[in-house]
T-cell receptor, first 115, second 110 residues
Framework: DTAVSQTPKYLVTQMGNDKSIKCEQN?????MYWYKQDSKKFLKIMFS???????INETVPNRFSPKSPDKAHLNLHINSLELGDSAVYFCASSQVGGIYTGELFFGEGSRLTVL | ELKVEQNPLFLSMQEGKNYTIYCNYSTTSDRLYWYRQDPGKSLESLFV?????AVKQEGRLMASLDTKARLSTLHITAAVHDLSATYFCAVVWGAQKLVFGQGTRLTINP
């Protein structure tokens, strides 16, 4: 069973379109994240949710809207896609406290290409 | 704002040699992680370092943490081709925010 799963894995779309990426984790973690990895492999946090509550919202255009229907799911919707949105988007989850060390467990990534 | 810097960013080495990747960070943190990423793949957790002086080893990789110097090292011993990958360090800052270094792309040549 995949611990953190994302769909779709690849997404090719035109500028101006709206798209969504879904993420699910079966680790029982209470915190989920979206990270963006650009073409230079630089990883930057976008959002973080703890038990469905938004706790980190970095300087991200408001065209990006995360939604967490429950603590096992965190989806990312992107409106009016731009060329600069092309990247690999990674979902991750973690648990802190007790025996947990807070390390992130990553999904396989969703490669978004905007034409 | 926490800054995390890795050095070097690119490293090409021969099999059998030893080398060290450095990770410096700018503000106090109590946790540091090392991750590995193969081309086109996800990130795999290698080490979690939780205290000053922590040292963890797995096979040919050894990671250490000096919180006073705000420095972590990832040492590779007798490198083999399978260790070719990009290695990231990441430091916790604030409320569960993990800030990543730029990554070190390691290529090990036969």
């Amino acid at each position: 069973d995949t611990a953190v799963s994302q769909t779709p894995k690849y997404l090719v779309t035109q500028m101006g379109n709206d798209k969504s990426i879904k993420c699910e984790q079966n680790l029982g973690h209470d915190t989920m994240y979206w990270y963006k990895q650009d073409s230079k492999k630089f990883l930057k946090i976008m959002f973080s949710y703890n038990n469905k509550e938004l706790i980190i919202n970095e300087t991200v255009p408001n065209r990006f809207s995360p939604k967490s229907p429950d603590k096992a799911h965190l989806n990312l919707h992107i409106n009016s896609l731009e060329l600069g949105d092309s990247a690999v988007y990674f979902c991750a989850s973690s648990q802190v406290g007790g025996i947990y060390t807070g390390e992130l467990f990553f999904g396989e990534g969703s490669r978004l290409t905007v034409l | 704002e926490l800054k995390v810097e890795q050095n070097p960013l690119f490293l090409s080495m021969q099999e059998g040699k030893n080398y060290t990747i450095y990770c410096n960070y700018s503000t106090t943190s109590d946790r540091l992680y090392w991750y590995r990423q193969d081309p086109g793949k996800s990130l795999e957790s290698l080490f979690v370092l939780l205290s000053n002086g922590a040292v963890k080893q797995e096979g040919r990789l050894m990671a250490s943490l000096d919180t006073k110097a705000r420095l972590s090292t990832l040492h590779i011993t007798a490198a083999v081709h399978d260790l070719s990958a990009t290695y990231f360090c990441a430091v916790v800052w604030g409320a569960q925010k993990l800030v990543f270094g730029q990554g070190t792309r390691l290529t090990i040549n036969p």
